[in-house]
């Protein structure tokens, strides 16, 4: 009786406590990624993740400026972005590809305005940094 409480317990303390950080399955155990908090997400009654996403988008979005050169000199193109949330909730950049040199300087200057995160990514209940791209598409319509 009590092996078959002491399974009965560690079943439920399992499952309640896999929820919090990922699934066990068996002999599989997956961990959930959690995106980080963005600064006023953090009484989002819905995903955190989708409100990191909403917000990253507006604040892209705000500060994008076409830098005055390119622009009168007709540059043109996609720039990517790789940068990290990291384990203490700021910004760094990883790599910043396509496009001029003025064109990419416009695009980081954008990314390190990102504010300091409420809360960092987790995965496993602990900090985590997590990688994120951001497209710039910079056309003049000329």
Request: with cysteine; hydrophobic share 40%; glycine share 8%.
């Amino acid at each position: 009786m009590k092996k078959l409480f002491f399974i009965l317990f560690m079943s439920f303390s399992a499952a309640g406590f896999s929820q919090e950080w990922g699934t066990v399955n068996k002999n599989n155990v997956t961990m959930k990624e959690i995106a980080p908090t963005w600064p006023g997400c953090e009484s989002n009654s819905g995903s955190t993740d989708a409100c990191f996403r909403q917000m990253l988008a507006q604040h892209v979005g705000k500060n994008f400026k076409y830098p005055t050169e390119a622009w009168k000199n007709n540059e043109q193109g996609k720039v990517i972005v790789e940068f990290m949330i990291t384990e203490t909730g700021t910004v760094d950049i990883k790599s910043v590809t396509g496009g001029t040199a003025s064109l990419q300087e416009e695009a980081k200057r954008n990314i390190m305005l990102i504010p300091k995160m409420a809360k960092p990514g987790m995965l496993a209940g602990k900090p985590k940094a997590i990688k994120y791209t951001v497209p710039f598409n910079f056309k003049t319509g000329k």
